[in-house]
Structures are given as C-alpha cells and as structure tokens.
C-alpha cells in the first residue's frame, strides 16, 4: 500500500514522549477492576453471548523461582497438597462455567457452545507433575467440552520444567505450540534480571521441545538489561535463532512496583529509554533480515507457522473463558476475574481463598467495557498489531469511523508518524515508528475513567 501523507487528520509538532509507558496487555488492566457488589450469575452474563468460537484459557499460578522483573500473579513453590486442592478448585470452577454457558440441547435457544482454542499459562503450568498434567487437561475437556487435540493449545513452560515426561503428556494431549522464557543466554545478565539459569539447561530444555516435535516453538527474550550492550544482545538472538524458533517474542525489561528488580534497582532515566529503543531496533531488524514477519511491537513469526487461534496470540477478543485464580474472562460487556496482586503473601492469601471456593457461579471482580470502552479497547487491540485495523470492519461493528471517534488521538499519533495514511483509506496501520512505539501509544488510548480507576488501585 502507497503511504502518504496525512490527509485526514493533523496537529502541531508533538512534545516529547516516553517510548516505555506500559505494556498494554489487556484493556482495561486488572488494577482498573474493582469488586462488583451485584456479583451477576455467570449464566446472566453468559445469555445470548456467542458461544460458537470461545477462547479457553487456564492459569496455573505456580513458579519454581519468582524473576526479578516478575509481577505476574504467581508463588514461588508449592506446599504439601497445594496443587491438589489448587486442581479441585479449578475442577469445581469449570463445572460451574460450562453449566452457565449451556447449550442447544438446554431447551432454552442458546447458541451452540465450541471452542476455537486453548491455552495454560501462568505462573508454570509445567511446575505441576506430568500426572498433574493430565488431570489438567481432563479437567478442561470433561468439563468445559473442549477437544484438546482438535484446536491449537498453547502451553508455557519454562527450562528446568520443560522435563521430557511433561512433554509427553502435553504432546499427547494436543498441544500445539510450546513458549519458553529465556530472557538472556548471557549468564550475567540471568543473574542481573534475577533469573538463576544456567545456558546448558536452557539449551537442554530446547532440545527436549524440539525433540518432542511440537510445532510451534516460542522463544521470548529481554532487552533493556542492566549491563546489555548490542553485542550481547546479538549473542541472545543468535543464541535463539539457532533453534529456529517458529515465534520469537522480544519484550523490553520493565521495573515494576514490588518486584525484585524494584527492591534492587532505579532504571528509570532517559538514557535507558535510548538503550531500549536501540535493542528493539536492532532485534527487530536482525529478525526480519532471517526471514521473520513481525506481528507487532514483541512478536516476530516464521512465515508458514501455524497459527494459534482466530486471532492468534490475542487473547483479548470477546467469548474468552478464564479458568484459575489469575485469569481473565471476556463477555461482550463485562471483563471478569478475581482480585489481583503482586506482593507474594496478597498472593498466597488470594490462591487460599480460591482453593476454598465451593461457588463459582457468579463473577466477584471486574469492569464493564460497553460503549466508548468497547470502542477503545477494539481500536487499541487491532492498531498494536502490525496488520493494523480494517476502517470497514470498525464501521461495520460501531457504525461509525474511527477518525470521527478518536480525532484526537488519532491526529496526535499522526503528528508524531506513528500511523500509515492512505487518505481516508482502508487500513489504520502504524508504521516501523509506531510500532516502536507501541508502549506510548497503547496507553494513550485509555479512557479517563479506565486512567483514574488505574490510578486509584492501591498497589499489593
């Protein structure tokens, strides 16, 4: 597609921003949520929602080690019996889920209930045992009707977990694509990330991935360590390259509240910007010199590798099912989950309450995304990508165009040459620039009320 220059929108030489605002997982983000004192029954929510192409995600929140740059939601370790009472819990809610999603055959014309894909995060879902494993995957196909080996399932694993019986069960069962954190294969950067690994494990546990002949392997790395220099992160491209990978996922270190590095370090100045933006470049283009397609600002793929699901890693489309203390579900007006925190005993608390949780009939936690919300989060969610966001598709979801929701933002994006233009044409794409700047842009398309609902989330 010809680029040109903007037509349709303008503004004023923008100030100067900061590239590394936040990773824009999800929208709204987890901290925007709050309790919901109606507790809606999850078959209310469910009712004349399609149902035909669900998302099945599953979260396990355990880690063997807990990383310096972590804040997921996760615990180091697991007591005696733990992930037991943790997988009766998870069993207990997924009887309950499929029971509110009904079906053809409940006499009450709902639509058919499918899924379209899979997946088990964390946390490790590979700390749990090999036999842990295969309760796992029985509980999401005899209870929510999934046919594992019939839709892609992705599965994330980390190096000393990536054991070869695990592998087994995993491939057996139908996955389909394997993710591995691996951060740096420079030992003293590990160290700096607070990542205790040693290479050989880590190439042994990548050799154990391929041997098992999953066909989409996930390698992600970090830039922006401390003491990082172009020459070292080559190393840990060309470290990863050698397996050659199908998916190579490059995130830039962020230092968040109550995790290690926090505890450790103040990065925080103009100059490590710089240093991040200048790794991003030179993995970026050292990828796409092998052959990758970038998918968006973290997400390089081999051209011809399978795909995932609908809409591949996007786990933020409507009709998501989260299974786990740690995960999301998505309704078309309600996204839902149970509380959230990163300090490691707010974690403990909050996995002991799930495990006691006999109903789990009614969601407890979460933020309605109707009207302007569902508007940004459909914009934000399709402009991130490298593919951009098709003007007609968005028009024939909102009845409107996007230019004439978002004039500003879109003009200020504009000014800074973050967006391909094509007149008013077909396709709202970022450019090299934008993409670049996905961490700036992704943020500034928060709602004000999404902003001060963030803002007023007490960390734990």
């Not at 990758?292 to 809409?311: K, N, T, W």
Request: glycine fraction near 8%; charged fraction near 25%.
């Amino acid at each position: 597609m010809t680029t040109l220059a903007p037509t349709a929108i303008t503004a004023t030489a923008p100030p100067e921003i900061r590239p590394y605002d936040a990773y824009v997982y999800a929208y709204p983000h987890k901290t925007a949520y709050r309790p919901l004192p109606d507790g809606p029954a999850l078959r209310d929510l469910w009712r004349g929602e399609r149902k035909d192409a669900l998302s099945l995600y599953l979260h396990i929140p355990f880690c063997e080690v807990r990383c310096g740059f972590c804040n997921l939601f996760t615990r180091i370790g697991a007591p005696d019996g733990l992930t037991g009472r943790y997988l009766d819990a998870l069993d207990r809610q997924a009887a309950a889920v499929r029971e509110a999603l009904g079906d053809e055959e409940d006499g009450q014309d709902e639509e058919p209930v499918r899924f379209a894909s899979a997946a088990f995060g964390g946390g490790t879902p590979t700390f749990l045992t090999a036999a842990e494993l295969e309760r796992l995957c029985d509980i999401a196909e005899r209870r929510t009707g999934v046919d594992l080996r019939a839709v892609p399932l992705s599965v994330e694993t980390s190096p000393a977990t990536a054991t070869a019986d695990r592998l087994a069960v995993l491939t057996d069962r139908g996955a389909t694509r394997v993710s591995i954190g691996v951060q740096s294969f420079v030992a003293e950067e590990a160290r700096a990330a607070v990542r205790p690994q040693r290479r050989a494990d880590v190439e042994a546990a990548l050799g154990r991935i391929r041997d098992a002949r999953v066909p989409v392997l996930n390698i992600d790395l970090i830039y922006g360590i401390d003491g990082q220099t172009p020459a070292t992160w080559r190393t840990s491209l060309d470290a990863a390259l050698a397996w050659r990978p199908e998916e190579l996922y490059l995130y830039p270190l962020y230092v968040r509240p109550l995790t290690g590095l926090a505890r450790r370090t103040a990065l925080t100045d103009r100059a490590w910007d710089a240093q991040r933006l200048d790794l991003y470049r030179r993995g970026r283009d050292h990828l796409l010199a092998q052959g990758y397609e970038q998918v968006s600002m973290r997400m390089f793929r081999l051209p011809g590798a399978a795909p995932q699901g609908p809409d591949d890693h996007a786990c933020q489309t409507d009709g998501m099912i989260g299974l786990g203390c740690g995960a999301r579900s998505y309704t078309s007006a309600l996204h839902y989950s149970f509380d959230y925190a990163v300090d490691m005993g707010q974690i403990r608390s909050i996995i002991d309450d799930y495990t006691a949780t006999d109903d789990f009939t009614r969601a407890v936690h979460g933020r309605y995304t109707t009207g302007d919300e569902a508007r940004r989060r459909h914009l934000l969610q399709s402009l991130l990508q490298a593919r951009g966001l098709p003007v007609a598709d968005y028009r024939e979801r909102f009845g409107a165009d996007p230019h004439d929701d978002f004039p500003t933002e879109l003009a200020a994006f504009a000014a800074r040459g973050w967006l391909h233009q094509d007149g008013a044409g077909p396709l709202l794409r970022l450019t090299a620039e934008g993409l670049a700047h996905s961490d700036a842009l992704g943020p500034a398309l928060f709602s004000p009320a999404v902003r001060a609902a963030m803002a007023g989330y007490a960390t734990k």
